[in-house]
Structures are given as C-alpha cells and as structure tokens.
C-alpha cells in the first residue's frame, strides 16, 4: 500500500512529508507508545503507529529507519515535532482516529490490493 | 464477539479465566494508562504491552473487561490476581499491538 | 566586538575541545582573588578601587552573600549626573546572573554568549560568593588546558601508529530532563554511520544501543556524557552519569523493571526495557552503578560486515 492511500483513508494531516515516500510499498507496521518497544523490534518498521505525541516518536522513527510516524487521537502535534520530523526527514501524520481503528483501516486496505 | 467466543481464538492464551462474560464493544490499543483513562470506552477490550497490575485498575475504572498482552509480555502473578478479583479477563499473545488489533477487529466486525 | 556569538557549536567542534570544555569546571578558571566592596561604600570610593586594582566591575558583597554589581558604566554615569557620594546599593545592578562554580566550563562560554555581559559571579552550593569570571579567565584557562592536552597528544603521537581515518570519537553531554534533545546524538551518530554505508542492522544496533543510553541518562541521573568511538570494526559507546545511580543494578537490568514515576511514563519511558535493549543489541556489556556515586554502562557493538574502505582518494 502507498503513503497516499493511507493517507486518504485515515483523513490524515500532513505535517511533513518526505520526498521519495509517494513510492514505498509499505509492509511493517509497529503500533506502540513506548519507545523502548519499537526499539525492541527485530524486522523492518515502515510506519509507526503511536499516541506519543513528543520528539522522541519521531527520533524513534528515525532510529529504526522508518519512512514515517501516524499521531493517533488527534493529539496535537508539537511545534518541536514539525522540527524533528523536517530536520531528520520523517513523515509526520496526523489522524483523529484511534491505534486499534488505524490498525483496521491499514488491514482492510491490504485487503483491497 | 463476546469474551468467551474470544477464548476461542488460537493467537490467544488465557491467563485469567475467572470473567464477567458480555459482548465486546470495540478495541483499544495503548501503552499509555493515562490515555486508556481518556479514551477507552467501556466493553472496549484493551490491547497493550503493560503487563503491570495498574493496568488492571485502569480497566476496572472505565470498564473494560478484557486486557490483551502483547509481544509475549510476561504477565506478573500480581496482575493475574487484580484481574481474578476484579472478574476481568486476561490474555497473552506473542502477536504484537498491530496484529493483535487486526486480529481482533476483524472478529469485531464478522458480527 | 562580534556579533556572531562564540564559534563553539556541539555540531562542530572537535571532541578535543568538547571535552575539555566540559570536563574544566568554572572553578578551575575564574579569579579568586576578590575585589569586593560593601553596599554602603560610596561610588566614589569604588571608583578608587576599580582604578587601583584595575577591574572594571565590582561585586557588592554583605556577609559573603552577593547582592548586585557595580561596573564602570555605572561610575561613568554616575560621573556625568553628579552623584559619585552617593551609595553602591542604590546603583548597583541587582538583575544579576550568576554560574555555580561546579558547573562545567561550556556554560560559562554560553552565557557569555546570551547575555553580552563582561564577566559573570561564581557562587557556591550554598549561593556564597567564591569568584568571578571574565573571557579572559576563559581564553587563559583553556589555552593552558589546550596546551597541556596538545603536548600530551604530540607524545602519544610520537609513539603510536598513523591514526585511521575512519575513527570517529565523540562526545555528547546530555541533561537532566531534557526530552527534546535528548536522542539527538542517536540520530546524528545514525546518519554519520549511513553516510560510511555500514550494514543497516549494524548501524541500528548501534543507534538504538546509543537511544536507549541518551534517555537512561535523561530520566534517571542528574545529567551525564555520552562517548562513542567508532572504528572500522566495532563501535563502543561509553554513558557516564552522575548521582544517583541505581540502587538494586541486578534488578535494573530485568525486563519490565522500572523505577520511573508516571509522568516519564506518560512520555513513553520507563517501560523497564531500556537496559535489557542495550544489552540484547550488543556484544559485550557491562554497566557499574552505585547509589550516590552514578552509573557507567559500555556497550560494544562488532560490525558483521566491515566497512566499506574508499578508493576515492
């Protein structure tokens, strides 16, 4: 599935968005709100699902080498966020939906393909 | 889905059997208590890697009855008591928070 | 006078500096040998004592206790309207910004940066006055330090073997608290390690070991360094902190274990993971705590693949 597929499925925000990203096929996703957790994963990471609205999501993404972060709950995305996700080069979404509906948007979205 | 039919459900270990069975309402994933606190519905059931005993008054609190571990998260025997006093259900899974809540709204919605 | 500020980034300098800057504390420069006056000493007179000790500022001292400044822009005022009779408490400049004499040198260089004032009080931990600090006790400081550390390098030079040009040597200092730039040097050092095309699960071995330690830092001590040393082959990540340590180590390094209180919680940490991490993602650990002494935790990462050498050059 494409970033703008998600996108448009999740009525997200686009805080920021990297250049290459249209292209990706994206396989990995990590639903989480504890950093040390992503980090623990052994595969690859293509998005990261998460309700921590804070830096550290964005530096945690960029650790792992995913293309980019979903804010979930609407939470409101920090100005010290915009920065990071421009400065590292992480995708930066925001939808108002929940972790577990996200979840079931991406699902039935493979589905379709 | 109700919990019992949810017991069913191979990906799943019950830890807990001692519950007030009803039909789920919807999920919840979250590893933030503070935002299960907020956002979480009641019958929700609660997908999280906090395998921690304050988990369970969370849930207790808004009324969630059923708490899925992630990621093969050890489940502490203080935990499993709160959850046998509060009559709540627990499960492990080796899934994690996104195959979990795949897995479980898939489910949610065959009904 | 420059308006550019003081050239020393974290970005840019060399670890040489960096860590000197870091490990020289205010107290190892400033003066000690005070010219102090009294609130109640007329301008007149502290213009006497500025003009026989040639300084051009004077703290105005009671009791060890600092209550203001007085500088030669104020006697100059002071000229110009007449009331040279009149007393320091009434003129003195009680906005005053002062440096605790254990912080490290690289505080000092910033303050001299922001605030553009001529020197700055050192206080002690009891907020007695102990000093006071110019640029010029900097630039001497430093330069003697830099002397001392040059000769030292030029002896080891003599000895050893050509230095490789892959090695990398940083260090970072990270703060109390500080979750925004905390994971800062996890990020740079990654994309360093992309840029020398090093195998990607090495280089994440190696950023979320460094992640892991930058927030360890953050959340449990009062602040601390993080030292990476990178070498064709492997790369070694040294985190030192100071107080308070940890009080149970064989506990802290089980899974789940936290002692982080619920609003580091709230902000994702603390989920007990971050030491077992470091040690699943390493080759060899060890990691030293004592409570009220601080913790030392290293972590050795091999590359599995060794680095690519260029042929550009």
Redesign the interface.
Known sequence: MKIDQLIKALDCEVVHRRKETGVKDLKHFVVSDLMSDVLLVDGDVDLLITSLATTQAIRTADIVSAIGVIVVNGKAVTADMKVSAKELDVTLLKTKLSSFEVCGTIHHLKGQE | MTISEMTKLTELTLVQKEFEDGVIS??????????VIA?AEANNIL?T????INTVAVSKLVGIRAIVIA?H??V?IDMVEAAQKEKIALFSSTL???SL??LI??HI?KQ | MTDKGIPIKMEESTSLILDLIYQLKIKDVMTRNLVIASPEDSLDHIKTLMKQRNVTGIPIVKKDRLLGILSIDDIFKALDSGYMQELAEKHMSKKLVMLEEDMPLAFAISYFDKFKYGRFPVVDKNNLLVGMITSRDINVGLLMAINKEVARMEELLAQTTPVDAHHIRKMFRIRKYDFEHAGNASNRIKKLLVERKLDPKDIRRVAVAMYELEINIAVHSDGGTLTVIIDQDHAEITAKDSAPGIEHPELALQEGYSTANEWIKSLGFGAGMGLANIRRVSDSFDFQSALGKGTTVRAVIHFKRKEEKSHDH
């Not at chain 2, 890697?49 to 921690?52: L, R, S």
């Open positions: 919807g999920g919840y994933t979250s590893d933030l208590l503070s935002d956002n997908i890697i906090q395998a921690h990621n998260r050890e502490p994690s928070q996104f809540s795949v709204g898939k919605h």
